[in-house]
C-alpha cells in the first residue's frame, strides 16, 4: 500500500510534466519535426503525423493521470511511450558524432542524447508504475496538502537543474577534453 499524500504528488507531477512536454511540442512544431526527423527511425511520410502523435499521447496521459479511473490506463499509456522514447534515444547514442537533440521539449535549449535520459525514463516509468500500487485509505488533512505543493516544488526544481546539466554536460565534457 502506498501513501495518499505520496500517490497525489507522483500522479500530479507526471501530469504536469506530460503536459509540458505535450505543449512544448505543440507550440514549438516545426522544432520537434526536425528532432524526430534527427533520430532516423521514421520515413518521411510518418514525420508529420508522428510529430502530432507523440504530444497528443502526452496530453492524454496527462488528463487521464488526473481522473483516478483513468488511472491505470494512463500509467500504462506512460510507460509504452517513454519505453518507445527510451528506445529512440537508446539507437541513436552513437559514437559517429551525431549531435541530436532530444526533442524532449521542444524548447531553445538543446539537449544532447545521453544515456542519462535513458535512466531518466526508467525512474520515470518507476514512478508511474508506483501508481498501480493499491492507496493505503486515510483522509486527506490541509497539512497534505502543503505536503504535496512543496513536493512538488522540490520535484520541479530537480527537474530544472537535471535539464539545464543534461544540456550543459556534454559542453563542459568538450571543453575540458580542448586542453
Given at each position: 500500500m502506498i501513501d495518499p499524500v505520496i500517490s497525489l504528488t507522483i500522479r500530479l507531477a507526471l501530469a504536469l510534466l506530460f503536459s509540458a512536454a505535450a505543449w512544448h511540442k505543440?507550440?514549438?512544431h516545426p522544432h520537434?519535426?526536425?528532432?524526430?526527423?534527427?533520430?532516423?527511425?521514421?520515413?518521411?511520410r510518418w514525420l508529420a503525423p508522428a510529430a502530432w502523435f507523440f504530444p497528443a499521447v502526452e496530453l492524454g496521459i496527462a488528463i487521464g493521470l488526473l481522473y483516478p479511473a483513468l488511472t491505470a490506463a494512463a500509467v500504462y499509456a506512460a510507460v509504452v511511450l517513454l519505453a518507445v522514447y527510451s528506445f529512440a534515444i537508446w539507437q541513436n547514442l552513437t559514437p559517429d558524432g551525431r549531435r541530436i537533440d532530444c526533442g524532449?521539449?521542444?524548447s531553445s535549449t538543446r539537449v544532447p542524447l545521453s544515456g542519462?535520459?535513458?535512466?531518466?525514463?526508467?525512474l520515470l516509468i518507476l514512478a508511474a508504475c508506483a501508481l498501480l500500487v493499491p492507496n493505503r485509505t486515510r483522509a486527506l488533512v490541509w497539512v497534505?496538502?502543503?505536503t504535496v505543493l512543496a513536493a512538488l516544488l522540490i520535484l520541479w526544481i530537480l527537474w530544472t537543474a537535471g535539464r539545464r546539466i543534461a544540456s550543459t554536460g556534454p559542453a563542459l565534457r568538450r571543453l575540458g577534453s580542448a586542453r
Amino acid at each position: 500500500m502506498i501513501d495518499p499524500v505520496i500517490s497525489l504528488t507522483i500522479r500530479l507531477a507526471l501530469a504536469l510534466l506530460f503536459s509540458a512536454a505535450a505543449w512544448h511540442k505543440l507550440s514549438m512544431h516545426p522544432h520537434f519535426v526536425t528532432s524526430v526527423r534527427a533520430y532516423r527511425l521514421l520515413p518521411d511520410r510518418w514525420l508529420a503525423p508522428a510529430a502530432w502523435f507523440f504530444p497528443a499521447v502526452e496530453l492524454g496521459i496527462a488528463i487521464g493521470l488526473l481522473y483516478p479511473a483513468l488511472t491505470a490506463a494512463a500509467v500504462y499509456a506512460a510507460v509504452v511511450l517513454l519505453a518507445v522514447y527510451s528506445f529512440a534515444i537508446w539507437q541513436n547514442l552513437t559514437p559517429d558524432g551525431r549531435r541530436i537533440d532530444c526533442g524532449c521539449f521542444a524548447s531553445s535549449t538543446r539537449v544532447p542524447l545521453s544515456g542519462w535520459l535513458v535512466a531518466r525514463n526508467v525512474l520515470l516509468i518507476l514512478a508511474a508504475c508506483a501508481l498501480l500500487v493499491p492507496n493505503r485509505t486515510r483522509a486527506l488533512v490541509w497539512v497534505d496538502g502543503l505536503t504535496v505543493l512543496a513536493a512538488l516544488l522540490i520535484l520541479w526544481i530537480l527537474w530544472t537543474a537535471g535539464r539545464r546539466i543534461a544540456s550543459t554536460g556534454p559542453a563542459l565534457r568538450r571543453l575540458g577534453s580542448a586542453r
